[in-house]
């Protein structure tokens, strides 16, 4: 079992940046494969990012590539998901997961274990 705690959302203008982070405790982090999902309202979650189990691969959605980056730090057992550029679109509660699968996942459904939840607002 791991549990995983998101931080860092808030209010930003369009054109800003934030960085999300994700703590996990429980098994070794490195065993994990790392994603972030976001969910806006009104509309079904949806893949962000995606970060191999030691940091050598990551996947991106189309909507974000070039404007956020996921990376992680097996020693603090936290994963990260820095946002540039951030346009009204963006906002959405951002949540952070994870699963033992050995690939880089894209699917919600794929992921064993998920945060709460972190809300991203986008203003004009």
């Known amino acids: 079992q791991v549990q995983l705690v998101e931080s860092g959302g808030g209010l930003v203008q369009a054109g800003g940046s934030l960085r999300l982070s994700c703590a996990a405790s429980?098994?070794?982090?490195?065993?994990?494969?790392m994603g972030w999902f976001r969910q806006a309202p009104g509309k079904e979650r949806e893949f962000v990012a995606a970060?191999?189990?030691?940091?050598?691969?990551?996947a991106y959605a189309d909507s974000v590539k070039g404007r956020f980056t996921i990376s992680r730090d097996n020693a603090k057992n936290t994963v990260y998901l820095q946002m540039n550029s951030l346009k009204l679109e963006d906002t959405a509660v951002y949540y952070c997961?994870?699963?033992?699968?050995?690939?880089?996942?894209?699917?919600?459904?794929?992921?064993?274990?998920w945060g709460q939840g972190t809300t991203v607002t986008v203003s004009s």
């Open positions: 997961a994870a699963d033992t699968n050995y690939y880089v996942l894209r699917s919600d459904y794929e992921y064993d274990y």
């Open positions: 429980g098994r070794t982090f490195s065993s994990y494969t």
């Open positions: 970060i191999s189990r030691s940091g050598g691969t990551t």
